[in-house]
């Protein structure tokens, strides 16, 4: 089971630390991504980390601004947006693949978190 959470309400150009925290699976041995859904639209890649932390990748849209990364002692994973955007108001989901690939379509990933919402106000 995985569990996200730290979404809220935010200013333009503010900052929240999501996280994923699981349950039942160990995660050092998964591949971890972050999707978002905006209302109205599909879901989108955001960012995915390998079970060692190697490779990452980021959809172009939070290049620069947004940062995943795991704690396997913690079982947990998480994502540090910065610099927030209107445009990144979504419902964002944690995911998990067990294995050595890292995949960046949703269609990649068999265990998914229940999500959690992120508002950012202009």
């Known amino acids: 089971q995985l569990v996200e959470s730290g979404g809220g309400l935010v200013q333009t150009g503010g900052s929240l630390r999501l996280s994923c925290a699981a349950s039942?699976?160990?995660?050092?041995?998964?591949?971890m991504g972050w999707f978002r859904q905006a209302p109205g639209k599909e879901r989108a890649f955001v960012a995915a980390?390998?079970?060692?932390?190697?490779?990452?990748y980021y959809a172009d849209s939070v290049k620069g601004r947004f940062t995943i990364s795991r704690d396997n002692a913690k079982n947990t994973v998480y994502l540090q947006m910065n610099t927030l955007k209107p445009e990144d108001t979504a419902d964002y989901y944690c995911?998990?693949?067990?294995?050595?690939?890292?995949?960046?379509?949703?269609?990649?990933?068999?265990?998914w978190g229940q999500g959690t919402q992120v508002t950012v106000s202009s």
């Open positions: 995911a998990a693949r067990r294995g050595f690939d890292v995949p960046v379509a949703d269609g990649g990933y068999d265990t």
């Open positions: 039942g699976l160990t995660l050092s041995r998964y591949a």
């Open positions: 980390i390998g079970w060692s932390g190697r490779p990452s």
